[in-house]
């Protein structure tokens, strides 16, 4: 049974303002969660209903893959921090679909089939990073949608967020959040050690110059300096130490979702630990629910948590590999086209 909306705009905005005051009690705290929660779950059936058509969208592109997650509420709180004139109401990435293509003529091949279906909701607003990567060299295509139904009217003006990124744009978001995770570091926010976010900035270029687009602002468009910066901040980084510690801790946690079949997917990463937890919940209610129950267990944050739905357990992987901290492909690309574009008889990238 799909969840709906049992709050009012104003008791749910109330809400996101009020959780993260220092001075409320518990049971306050527990009371406006227990709304975020229900606003968050309510978006589940039109974030399903998006992820259909996307797979429909997606058929005969190679490699091409589409999943769907709920915003992790770590991540709501933390964004309603950041931004405290923002609505909760109004958010836009509660729900979200990812799509993954092998090129960046996939990319503008799947927007330009969005916009020419049939579909009747509404595009609220659409934007391209890879026309102008963010400052910290994102780069991908994002599409906000209103939903719009005649038919089921229970969810009619819900926000959901589409995302389509190139294997190499993903390759780069996702070494992002794991390498944060290891390091700490809320390099995905902007946030932590100059030098990572200045290594990502490179990359960044790296894989931009790789696929003709733009290059993110303040990295020279000379591949001869961005290679060089590259391998000077590996050094000064220990890259090659740092990703192959990930990649042996990878082997760990990717063996823990071995032998998986479709559905709804709770997953559960602790990092100081290397321990993953894969769960899976038959019914999307159930799944909100223990999805909900253990976030609000998390107080000490001790770890990352997410729910995603994946018609193979294999596209989950690769649409997360974060969670389960495989970043060998990241690790082999960039070797590869350090390789391509320099002097590599000289790096010490290594993968």
């Known amino acids: 049974m799909w969840k709906k909306v049992e709050y009012i ?3 749910i905005n109330t809400a996101g303002e009020k959780v993260n005051d220092p001075f409320i009690s518990s049971q306050q705290r527990a009371d406006y969660l227990k709304i975020i929660d229900n606003w968050r779950a309510a ?15 997606i058929s005969g592109i190679p490699s091409a893959i589409a999943v769907q997650r709920l915003k992790r509420l770590d991540t709501i709180l933390h964004k309603l921090q950041r931004f405290p004139n923002m609505k909760l109401y109004r958010m836009q990435d509660l729900g979200g679909c990812r799509v993954i293509v092998p090129d960046i003529a996939s990319v503008f091949a ?17 934007t391209n990073y890879i026309e102008k990567p963010r400052d910290t060299g994102y780069r991908g295509v994002h599409i906000i949608y209103k939903y719009k139904s005649e038919r089921i009217t229970d969810y009619n003006g819900l926000l959901i967020e589409i995302q389509i990124r190139t294997r190499l744009q993903h390759l780069w978001a996702t070494a992002v959040e794991t390498i944060g995770a290891f390091t700490q570091n809320g390099l995905k926010f902007n946030q932590g050690s100059d030098r990572w976010l200045r290594f990502f900035q490179v990359v960044s270029a790296l894989f931009a110059f790789e696929e003709g687009t733009p290059l993110v602002e303040g990295v020279s468009p000379s591949i001869d300096a961005i290679i060089d910066e590259l391998l000077s901040l590996m050094k000064e980084l220990d890259v090659k130490k740092r990703l192959n510690t990930i990649q042996r801790t990878a082997r760990k ?6 032998n998986r079949s479709a559905g709804f997917y709770l997953l559960a990463l602790d990092v100081e630990k290397s321990a993953l937890t894969v769960k899976k919940i038959n019914g999307i209610a159930k799944a909100t629910e223990e999805y909900n129950k253990l976030e609000n267990s998390n107080i000490d944050k001790k770890l990352d948590v997410v729910l995603v739905s994946t018609q193979r357990f294999d596209t989950l992987i690769h649409a997360y590999p974060n969670y389960f901290a495989d970043i060998h492909d990241f690790a082999r690309t960039l070797h590869f086209l350090i390789a391509k574009h320099g002097d590599f008889s000289n790096s010490d990238s290594g993968s």
């Open 9 to 11: 705009q104003s008791e």
């Open 43 to 57: 978006h589940a059936f039109p974030m399903n209903t998006f992820a259909v058509n996307l797979k429909h969208q």
């Open 110 to 126: 799947i927007r330009d089939k969005l916009k020419n279906s049939r579909i009747r909701h509404e595009e609220k607003r659409f």
């Open 253 to 258: 946690l990717t063996a823990a979702g071995k």
